[in-house]
């Protein structure tokens, strides 16, 4: 398995933007497709965005598609998530996920969990 830290969040008006940095340990992360996950009070975890770990496939929730970019960097062991146009909507605990799978969408597809950063978007 691999370890995950994320950093980055923070407090950020509407229409704002804020990089969420995801550092992972362990020897194998270029194996592991990496994912974002979010969860906002009072709601179920849900699914953001995955990038898959062999061709750099990407995969977006509707809600974020056009406004956030996932990239890795498998030299450095980071993923990190671009987010621009942000809205209050936006505002959650933001997860990075790791998974042996080729590609995932679904939380119970992760083998690996980071201890999430709060990203909060004020109006």
């Known amino acids: 398995q691999v370890q995950l830290v994320e950093s980055g969040g923070g407090l950020v008006q509407a229409g704002g933007s804020l990089r969420l940095s995801c550092a992972v340990s362990?020897?194998?992360?270029?194996?592991?497709?990496m994912g974002w996950f979010r969860q906002a009070p009072g709601k179920e975890r849900e699914f953001v965005v995955a990038?898959?770990?062999?061709?750099?496939?990407?995969y977006y929730a509707d809600s974020v598609k056009g406004r956030f970019t996932v990239s890795r960097d498998n030299a450095k062991n980071m993923v990190y998530l671009q987010m621009n146009s942000l809205k209050p909507e936006d505002t959650a605990v933001y997860y990075c996920?790791?998974?042996?799978?080729?590609?995932?969408?679904?939380?119970?597809?992760?083998?690996?969990w980071g201890q999430g950063t709060q990203v909060t978007v004020s109006s």
């Open positions: 362990g020897r194998t992360f270029s194996r592991y497709a």
């Open positions: 990038i898959s770990w062999n061709d750099g496939s990407t």
């Open positions: 996920a790791a998974s042996r799978q080729k590609v995932f969408r679904g939380a119970a597809d992760a083998q690996s």
